[in-house]
C-alpha cells in the first residue's frame, strides 16, 4: 500500500497532483469525499493539467482539462462537454485508513494500458 495524503491536505474544490512509480494520479475533493483518477484525459492521453495542481474548473465544480477544455464529474469521472463527451477518467480504488488515503501498488502498475 502506497499512501498518497491525508484527507485535509486537499482543500474542497482542489485537487493535488501525485507521481507514483512514474505514473501520474490526482486527488480531488468534493462535499468532503476524496476521488483518486489517473492523470490522463481520454480524449489525447495527455495530464489534464497545465499548471501545478490545477485540475479544476474556476468555480471548482468540475474537473477540467486544461488542452480543449473538457469538463468531467467530480463523482464519477464522466466527461459532460467537451471533445471526449461520454468517455470517462479512469478511476483509482483506494482505501482510507485514519484519515489517509492508501492505494495499492497493483492499480497503479496497470495503467497506462486504457
Ligand atoms: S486533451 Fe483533454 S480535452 Fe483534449
Redesign the pocket.
Known amino acids: 500500500m502506497i499512501t498518497l495524503c491525508h484527507h485535509s491536505d486537499i482543500e474542497e474544490g482542489r485537487a493535488k497532483g501525485f507521481d507514483v512509480n512514474g505514473k501520474q494520479l490526482f486527488v480531488v475533493k468534493k462535499d468532503d469525499q476524496l476521488h483518486l483518477y489517473y492523470n490522463y484525459?481520454?480524449?489525447?492521453?495527455?495530464p489534464?493539467e497545465w499548471l501545478e495542481d490545477q485540475f479544476m474548473d474556476p468555480d471548482g465544480v468540475f474537473i477540467q482539462?486544461?488542452?480543449?477544455?473538457?469538463l468531467f464529474v467530480v463523482e464519477d469521472g464522466l466527461c459532460i462537454q467537451?471533445?471526449?463527451k461520454g468517455k470517462s477518467l479512469k478511476a483509482i480504488p483506494f482505501e482510507m485508513g485514519n484519515g489517509f488515503m492508501m492505494v495499492e501498488e497493483a492499480h497503479i502498475a496497470t495503467l497506462g494500458r486504457i
Do not use: E, R, W
Open positions: 484525459c481520454p480524449h489525447l492521453g495527455t489534464l482539462c486544461a488542452t480543449h477544455g473538457a467537451g471533445p471526449c
